[in-house]
T-cell receptor, first 113, second 111 residues
Framework: GAGVSQSPSNKVTEKGKDVELRCDPI?????LYWYRQSLGQGLEFLIY????????KSGLPSDRFSAERTGGSVSTLTIQRTQQEDSAVYLC???????????FGPGTRLLVL | RKEVEQDPGPFNVPEGATVAFNCTYS??????FFWYRQDCRKEPKLLMS???SGNEDGRFTAQLNRASQYISLLIRDSKLSDSATYLC????????????FGQGTELSVKP
């Protein structure tokens, strides 16, 4: 079946604008994760959804970041009032269940001018 | 101190060489361990899981030492196509299954 897909592939925005990034996990996967990879930096965890449980938001860097997962499938990561330091590749991953192998999408490259 | 630390790179080796990557983790509650591979401008892809008994997949061998909180990856007879960044990854069950990544070690295999 299809892997994890993300859209858009690339996004250029102006400082102060809001952006929405979308993730379609592998069908049937109950766990969904968002990570961020900044230039020259490692991958850092942002937020995690598991089934109907409350999400783990411990990695979100500020209250400008939020995410939701509708119907246990598609997820949207929203960044409000974007800043230049938000420029990064935003990666989504899903796994059949928590602690199982995570499969990554191709990422969204965000550039904030 | 980072929760997962890897050898600084880059590693530049000739084809056919054997190369070893080392990784240490600080959270003793870490339960699952992986090596991921990331090609330039691509997403990370699982290379192999790492077990206490050690495991081998072709030219790749991974080892875990829980007492020392140390993970290794050995690549034998390296190929040009092995050039990539290798990421050491742990999951701590007390952190809900999220992956904790090392900063990655870049490998460049030259002809």
């Amino acid at each position: 079946g299809a892997g994890v897909s993300q859209s858009p592939s690339n996004k250029v925005t102006e400082k102060g604008k809001d952006v929405e990034l979308r993730c379609d996990p592998i069908s049937g996967h109950t766990a969904l994760y968002w990570y961020r990879q900044s230039l020259g930096q490692g991958l850092e965890f942002l937020i995690y959804f598991q089934g109907n449980s409350a999400p783990d938001k411990s990695g979100l860097p500020s209250d400008r970041f939020s995410a939701e997962r509708t119907g246990g499938s598609v997820s949207t990561l929203t960044i409000q009032r974007t800043q230049q330091e938000d420029s990064a590749v935003y990666l989504c991953a899903s796994s059949a269940r928590a602690q199982e192998t995570q499969y990554f999408g191709p990422g969204t490259r965000l550039l904030v001018l | 101190r980072k929760e997962v630390e890897q050898d600084p790179g880059p590693f530049n080796v000739p084809e056919g060489a054997t190369v070893a990557f080392n990784c240490t983790y600080s959270n003793s509650a870490s339960q699952s361990f992986f090596w991921y591979r990331q090609d330039c401008r691509k997403e990370p892809k699982l290379l192999m899981s790492v077990y206490s008994s050690g495991n081998e997949d072709g030219r790749f061998t991974a080892q875990l030492n829980r007492a020392s909180q140390y993970i290794s990856l050995l690549i034998r007879d390296s190929k040009l196509s092995d050039s990539a960044t290798y990421l050491c990854v742990v999951i701590s069950y007390n952190q809900g299954g999220k992956l904790i990544f090392g900063q990655g070690t870049e490998l460049s295999v030259k002809p």
